[in-house]
C-alpha cells in the first residue's frame, strides 16, 4: 500500500520511491544503485490528464516489456498505477507530466549486477507548452538497430542529451536519428511521421524505434502506413510531423534550415485533430 508522508512542506515536491510517498528533499537513492552508475534501468513518461495518467497500461506494458529484456524486475502493474496516481495527487496537479524510472538495484562499481531489489519512483512536475510548430536538425549519430537496447526504453540517453545539444546549437529543438543503414528512426525523444505523395508513412520498429504510445494511437487514429525510407526523405516530404507522450502531434515547419511546404498539413492536422478528440473522451485507450 501507498504510504502518505507524516509531514510535508505545502511547497515540497511529492514522490513516490519503493512503496512510500515522500517530500523530494527526504527521498534517498543509493550511489551504488546500478541506474546511477551504469545506466541499468528502464522507464516511461505518462501525461496526467484531468489528474489521471494517460493512456496507463499502454504504458506499463512497454516498461515490462522493456525490463523483461533488460533483465530488470518491475513492481506489479496495479502498484504502479496506484503509485501514479497518488503522486499526481499530492502535487495537486490535474495536468503535468509523470516519469515512472525503475533500476535493477544496487551493484558493484561495474557492470555486474548485485542481487538486491530494484529501486522504483515515480516522480511528476507540471509540462511547459510545446511552441505551435518545431524545427528539428538531423545529426551525423547513428541509432544502431542491433543494439540490445534497441526498441527498449532505458535511462541510457547520453547519446540524446548530446545530439539535443547539437541541434539546439543549430537552431533547431529536436534531433533526428538516422539508423546505422542510412533510413529515418527517431528524435531523441519522439517518433517521426512525413506525408509522401498523399500517404502517411512512419519508420518501422525494425529500423530501431522506439515503440512510442502516441506513434501506435497514431498509427490506429490514420491509418499511418510503416515504412522505412532513407534519412533524406524528411527534407523532401509535404508535411512532417513528431509524436511522444508530451508532444501529442507537433508539427514541423523545417529540417536543417529549410522550410517544408505546409506545417501543419492537411495529414498533420488531421492526425492531431484526431488525438485531441481521443483524449478528451478517454483515459486509457
Not at 546511477?36 to 489521471?52: H, K, N, Q, S, Y
Not at 507540471?126 to 542491433?146: H, L, S
Amino acid at each position: 500500500m501507498t504510504q502518505t508522508p507524516a509531514e510535508a512542506s505545502p511547497k515540497a515536491r511529492i514522490v513516490w520511491i519503493n512503496g512510500a510517498l515522500v517530500p523530494e528533499d527526504e527521498a534517498r537513492i543509493s550511489p551504488f544503485d546500478h541506474g546511477w552508475l551504469v545506466g541499468d534501468a528502464v522507464f516511461e513518461t505518462l501525461v496526467i490528464v484531468r489528474g489521471m495518467p494517460f493512456a496507463a497500461r499502454r504504458h506499463l506494458e512497454r516498461l515490462a516489456y522493456s525490463a523483461e529484456h533488460l533483465g530488470v524486475t518491475v513492481p506489479d502493474a496495479d502498484v504502479l498505477r496506484e503509485a501514479m496516481v497518488a503522486v499526481a495527487a499530492a502535487n495537486g496537479l490535474q495536468e503535468g507530466r509523470l516519469r515512472v524510472t525503475i533500476s535493477s538495484g544496487t551493484g558493484p562499481l561495474g557492470s555486474s549486477r548485485g542481487d538486491s531489489p530494484p529501486t522504483a519512483t515515480v516522480a511528476a512536475t507540471p509540462q511547459a507548452p510545446w511552441p505551435a510548430t518545431v524545427a528539428v536538425a538531423t545529426v551525423d549519430w547513428t541509432i544502431n538497430e542491433r543494439s540490445p537496447l534497441a526498441g527498449l526504453k532505458t535511462v541510457s540517453y547520453g547519446a540524446n542529451v548530446r545530439a539535443l545539444a547539437d541541434a539546439k546549437t543549430a537552431g533547431a529543438s529536436e534531433a533526428i536519428f538516422a539508423n546505422t543503414q542510412g533510413q529515418l528512426c527517431e528524435g531523441t525523444g519522439s517518433n517521426v511521421f512525413l506525408a509522401h505523395n498523399g500517404q502517411l508513412i512512419t519508420p518501422t520498429l525494425a529500423s530501431g524505434c522506439l515503440a512510442g504510445v502516441t506513434r501506435q494511437l497514431v498509427i490506429e487514429l490514420t491509418g499511418a502506413v510503416e515504412r522505412d525510407v532513407p534519412l533524406e526523405a524528411l527534407t523532401e516530404a509535404e508535411e512532417a510531423f513528431l509524436t511522444s507522450t508530451t508532444r501529442d502531434v507537433h508539427p514541423i515547419h523545417a529540417v536543417d534550415g529549410h522550410p517544408l511546404p505546409a506545417a501543419p498539413g492537411p495529414h498533420t492536422q488531421a492526425a492531431a485533430q484526431a488525438f485531441a478528440h481521443l483524449k478528451a473522451t478517454q483515459i486509457d485507450p
